[in-house]
């Protein structure tokens, strides 16, 4: 793959971003390789100086051009990680074994076995648990400074291959890192967003299992395309989340009677409220009609299978008192709860 390394994706843009730790790493591979960095360096106008600047930044097209400068002079995607070099296009026939897969799932899976193929120093896992997917990489030689470095990159990846290859979005439940927090943490929520936590005992990145079973949405021709500049694949935030309304019915059923609303149903999405209306509306759907039908769906269930009072269905598909609520169920079947369950009952004994 001729993807770069993973520049933030900062929302100004033209900002520096990306912290000068990353940086030095690329430095370091050359310093391996026993090769002067300094044309690198100038191709992406970073004064050497800066490398003795803990604070420093750099642009995201600053650390575009200096990876795959670093990539191509060094011959080592990899850029000194592991044991052994990884010829240019490594990566992209990780691209290519997965491309023809029938879901994410597999195209994850392969993904994981085939990077087997090109390093056995570190080996990465999919692991399915109910409802949640976690992507683990397991470290099976030191990597020295590289540590970091490699960890984050190959999460970011994995990932940014995901969400271009089933066109979606997939939001983070959480990432994982197995070393403390580093000076530069803030901008680990840049990369990775989500809950973020660091000190575990293995890098990893967990996401709901549905994303698994989306189908693929890109073939061979989008992924050759795709290759020639692979800097969306790691830092294009995708604003199309093809599970958020199953997601948001899924938070509606658990929450109905805690009256949620977009704002707390954001906070649990990981969202602001204000993404969360506009991905909904580029959906087709809104909180409120979401909301609506989840409530008829509880309330119709109640009125059928239990005994419950009116008021207490009312409280516990979120209405606050029985008037608003039967106003509500009146609009959404032509008929008051009372009368709805008058018709259930008296159809039952009919056929009895």
């Not at 649990?268 to 609506?292: F, I, M, N, W, Y």
Request: with cysteine; charged share 25%; hydrophobic share 40%.
């Amino acid at each position: 793959m001729t993807a770069t390394l993973p520049p933030i994706a900062d929302p100004t843009h033209g900002a520096a971003a990306t912290p000068i730790a990353f940086i030095r790493a690329i430095v370091a591979a050359y310093r391996r390789y026993g090769i002067n960095p300094a044309n690198a360096l100038r191709q992406a106008q970073i004064p050497p100086a800066a490398l003795d600047d803990a604070g420093a930044r750099v642009t995201a097209a600053q650390m575009e051009l200096i990876s795959a400068v670093a990539m191509q002079e060094l011959d080592d995607e990899a850029l000194g990680w592991f044991s052994r070099r990884l010829p240019w296009g490594s990566y992209g026939m990780l691209c290519r074994a997965s491309i023809t897969s029938p879901d994410l799932g597999v195209a994850v899976k392969r993904w994981c076995r085939h990077h087997r193929l090109l390093t056995d120093d570190i080996m990465l896992h999919l692991d399915a648990q109910r409802d949640v997917a976690h992507v683990r990489i397991e470290v099976r030689r030191y990597l020295g400074e590289m540590h970091e470095f490699c960890l984050v990159t190959i999460l970011r990846y994995l990932l940014g291959y995901a969400c271009w290859v089933v066109d979606s979005r997939i939001p983070l439940l959480g990432a994982r890192f197995p070393f403390p927090p580093p000076p530069h943490h803030s901008v680990y929520p840049l990369l990775f967003q989500g809950p973020v936590h660091f000190d575990a005992e293995q890098a990893g990145i967990s996401f709901d299992a549905r994303y698994l079973r989306l189908p693929l949405r890109r073939d061979e021709a989008a992924l050759q395309q795709m290759l020639r500049r692979a800097l969306p694949l790691t830092v294009l935030q995708y604003r199309r989340d093809r599970l958020l309304v199953q997601r948001v019915r899924h938070l509606l059923h658990e929450r109905l009677d805690e009256g949620a609303t977009a704002e707390t149903l954001a906070e649990r999405l990981h969202l602001s409220p204000r993404t969360l209306h506009r991905q909904l509306e580029e959906e087709g759907a809104s909180v409120q009609q979401l909301k609506d039908e989840a409530r008829r769906e509880r309330a119709v269930d109640l009125l059928n299978r239990t005994n419950r009072s009116v008021k207490q269905i009312a409280l516990a598909v979120g209405f606050r008192n029985e008037k608003s609520f039967a106003r509500a169920f009146r609009q959404w079947t032509g008929a008051s709860p009372s009368v709805f369950r008058e018709k259930r009952l008296g159809g039952a004994t009919g056929r009895g």
